[in-house]
Nanobody, 114 residues
Framework: QVQLVESGGGLVQPGGSLRLSCAAS????????MYWVRQAPGKGLEWVSR????????SYADSVKGRFTISRDNAKNTLYLQMNSLKSEDTAVYYC???????WGQGAQVTVSS
């Protein structure tokens, strides 16, 4: 049974940091490209970042470039998103996804507010 379970969300003040984790099981994590996607209140899905399975190359949306860092630990079957210098517009539900968005997690709420 495939599972992607996000954790690490919460409430943070503007300028603060959070680290999201996504624990994967039920598939060969090391063979999949992995993604972070978010959905802000009342808006559609927005691609945030991706990391390849082989050389670990990364890519970011312009809105988060320089502030967010995606990483993975294939030995722990875990994907991460380090979020720094958070802004109110980063408030969203953050989802991890695997492959060609074949598998999705349940989402983690991130709220940036003073």
């Amino acid at each position: 049974q495939v599972q992607l379970v996000e954790s690490g969300g919460g409430l943070v003040q503007p300028g603060g940091s959070l680290r999201l984790s996504c624990a994967a099981s039920g598939f060969t994590f090391s063979r999949y490209w992995m993604y972070w996607v978010r959905q802000a209140p009342g808006k559609g899905l927005e691609w945030v970042s991706r990391i390849t399975n082989d050389d670990g190359s990364t890519s970011y949306a312009d809105s988060v470039k320089g502030r967010f860092t995606i990483s993975r630990d294939n030995a722990k079957n875990t994907l991460y998103l380090q979020m720094n210098s958070l802004k109110s517009e980063d408030t969203a539900v953050y989802y991890c996804a695997a492959g060609a968005y074949e598998y999705w997690g349940q989402g983690a709420q991130v709220t940036v507010s003073s």
